[in-house]
């Protein structure tokens, strides 16, 4: 199942009405693009996680950082909403292009569209902000 496909209700034979997360369907296909384009215009692997992250939260999404296929050329944009966190992690080969000052300049963009209350957008701006500092590869 791709991003925003919607699988029918057990017996129903019709797509569930509300999808269980913050994101719409819609939002979520734009973002699996902003990923896709990010991903084939840099040769780095972008990834998104939203949702809860343990203290010491930083820690916690350089573990997740870790755990991806690709970690030295993988950049996490991590996002706790409900902790109002957000950790952008880079690898070590991801980083020569991302430098932190571009990903912070990236961060505060972030930012400033989860406080306006558009979560997906800031999200896929994150990840145009990054992708275009990266350059391609």
């Given at each position: 199942m791709?991003?925003?496909?919607?699988?029918p209700?057990?017996?129903?034979?019709t797509?569930?009405?509300?999808?269980?997360g913050?994101?719409?369907?819609?939002?979520?296909?734009?973002?699996?693009?902003a990923?896709r384009?990010a991903?084939?215009?840099t040769?780095?692997?972008f990834?998104?996680?939203?949702g809860?992250?343990?203290?010491?939260?930083?820690e916690?999404?350089e573990?997740?950082?870790?755990?991806?296929?690709?970690?030295?050329k993988?950049v996490?944009l991590?996002?706790s909403?409900?902790q109002r966190?957000?950790?952008?992690i880079t690898?070590?080969y991801?980083?020569?292009r991302?430098?932190?000052?571009y990903?912070?300049?990236?961060?505060l963009s972030?930012?400033?569209?989860?406080?306006?209350g558009d979560?997906?957008?800031?999200i896929?701006?994150?990840l145009?902000?990054l992708?275009?500092?990266?350059g391609?590869?």
């Amino acid at each position: 199942m791709t991003v925003g496909e919607m699988q029918p209700e057990a017996g129903t034979g019709t797509p569930p009405q509300v999808l269980d997360g913050p994101f719409s369907t819609r939002q979520l296909l734009r973002i699996d693009e902003a990923l896709r384009l990010a991903d084939q215009g840099t040769g780095l692997v972008f990834s998104v996680y939203v949702g809860g992250l343990d203290e010491p939260i930083r820690e916690h999404a350089e573990r997740l950082h870790r755990q991806l296929a690709e970690p030295d050329k993988s950049v996490l944009l991590a996002v706790s909403p409900n902790q109002r966190r957000l950790e952008i992690i880079t690898g070590k080969y991801a980083r020569k292009r991302i430098p932190d000052t571009y990903a912070k300049l990236a961060a505060l963009s972030m930012v400033a569209a989860f406080g306006g209350g558009d979560l997906a957008g800031g999200i896929i701006n994150g990840l145009d902000q990054l992708a275009s500092h990266a350059g391609k590869g």
